[in-house]
């Protein structure tokens, strides 16, 4: 799921289950963090390639979940800084006693927590090895190594004993950060340990809400839009929302239960273009870790003509003139009867950043592209970073749920 050379794009344990949580009511905890940009050994980032890579990989893991499942599918929290690396959003993770920092990957649409890819770990009293191996493949990248238990501490309220890390010997597609902090469902960590299949991990989330760390086993995420190469213009909150960070209400969506979307954060919505339909009701993923948005071909092809746009051969992304971008209309998401828009501005790359793309600085790109495949595949839409970074969201494990809201970004016109 993870490109160095590409994109975007939030930990995890092999203790046995959840034991009762402590009963004490904490705040939610944050822990903020930033985006930057990790082009390929061109100087050009590769957006496309990189995410279908990632698509590839989420439906064929989804299937084989899917397959294996039948189908089927205690306290307040914290917050900590992320950066968004424009294509990766970055928290900064402290890992042993006396802690060493990493730089970790934030995924939603993965679970293993892991290190090594650029810092090397560093062991100290508290780190312990299983001498079980652990490996996972993202598409566009993958890691190998041995899983050791440590304390890993996200802010000094967010403190986790005994957390299981992978530790990687060996480590492709990962450039200038040291590994991914998995905050996807715990199911996805399904057969990267040794040589078991079955043998799940339980994420920091679960470990943190275990731990009696926060009551909810969620997180809630919040993006600002970014014109700039590298900022902290982000913010993970454990244990719940934060309200400071949302407009108006905070509306919870049940998890789809249509494979192998169902796999991973999946909900189910229908998108408008201005007044035309161009996606019924469907099943798709929200992925942290995927940079555009993706609809199915035959969406796409809707959206396409709709816009005018055509596509570019140097970026694999549409592009339009300025008076295609004049007249544009409102992208309008549907999700559990409430309406979500990305509006005109929404819509495009941002034009100060078209270089780390590859694009020209006098052209207009949009953030709609094809996700390979025609709707009724069980996984026709990806809502990708530049569909976040226009709302809050919330992944809350313990009520299987998903969580949207406005935010006072998500009309800016930053691009």
Do not use: C
């Amino acid at each position: 799921m993870f490109r160095s050379s590409a994109l975007l794009s939030l930990l995890l344990l092999a203790i046995g289950g959840y034991t009762t949580p402590v009963v004490r009511e904490p705040s939610p905890v944050k822990l903020p963090f930033a985006v930057r940009f990790n082009n390929g050994t061109n100087g050009v980032l590769n957006v496309v390639e990189a995410d279908r890579a990632r698509i590839n990989l989420i439906k064929e893991k989804g299937a084989a979940l899917a397959e294996k499942h039948g189908n089927t599918h205690k306290r307040t929290s914290y917050s900590i800084s992320v950066t968004n690396t424009a294509v990766t959003y970055v928290a900064s993770v402290g890992v042993g006693s006396p802690a060493t920092s990493y730089s970790l990957l934030i995924d939603t649409g993965s679970s293993n927590t892991w290190l090594g890819a650029d810092k090397k770990y560093v062991k100290t009293s508290t780190s312990k090895s299983t001498g079980k191996s652990v490996s996972v493949s993202y598409g566009s990248g993958s890691f190998s190594g041995t899983e050791y238990t440590d304390t890993v501490t996200l802010s000094s309220d967010l403190v986790i004993t005994k957390q299981s890390i992978g530790v990687a010997s060996t480590a492709s597609g990962f450039s200038g950060v040291d590994g991914i902090l998995g905050i996807g469902p715990t199911d996805l960590t399904e057969g990267t340990l040794g040589s078991s299949s079955s043998t799940k991990i339980p994420t920091v989330t679960d470990n943190l809400y275990s731990q009696g760390t926060i009551s909810t086993a969620a997180v809630g995420i919040y993006y600002a839009p970014t014109t700039v190469e590298s900022t902290t213009n982000g913010e993970l909150t454990f244990g719940g929302a934060d309200s400071s960070k949302y407009t108006g209400s905070l509306h919870y969506v049940s998890l789809t239960s249509t494979s192998p979307a169902s796999e991973y954060w999946g909900i189910d919505q229908s998108i408008k273009y201005g007044s035309t339909s161009i996606l019924s009701s469907t099943a798709g993923i929200v992925d942290t870790g995927t940079t555009l948005v993706y609809l199915a071909t035959d969406a796409f092809d809707k959206y396409k003509s709709a816009t005018g746009a055509k596509l570019d051969s140097t970026t694999g992304l549409l592009r339009i003139t300025t008076a295609q971008y004049n007249d544009l209309s409102d992208l309008v998401f549907t999700i559990g009867g409430k309406k979500y828009t990305l509006t005109p501005n929404a819509q495009i790359w941002p034009r100060s950043l078209n270089s780390y793309i590859g694009g020209s600085s006098s052209h207009i790109y949009l953030v709609v592209n094809d996700i390979g495949s025609s709707s009724g595949s069980g996984l026709d839409f990806i809502d990708g970073y530049t569909f976040l970074e226009r709302f809050y969201t919330v992944f809350d494990t313990t009520n299987s749920r998903f969580g949207i809201a406005t935010t006072a970004k998500t009309t800016a016109t930053s691009n």
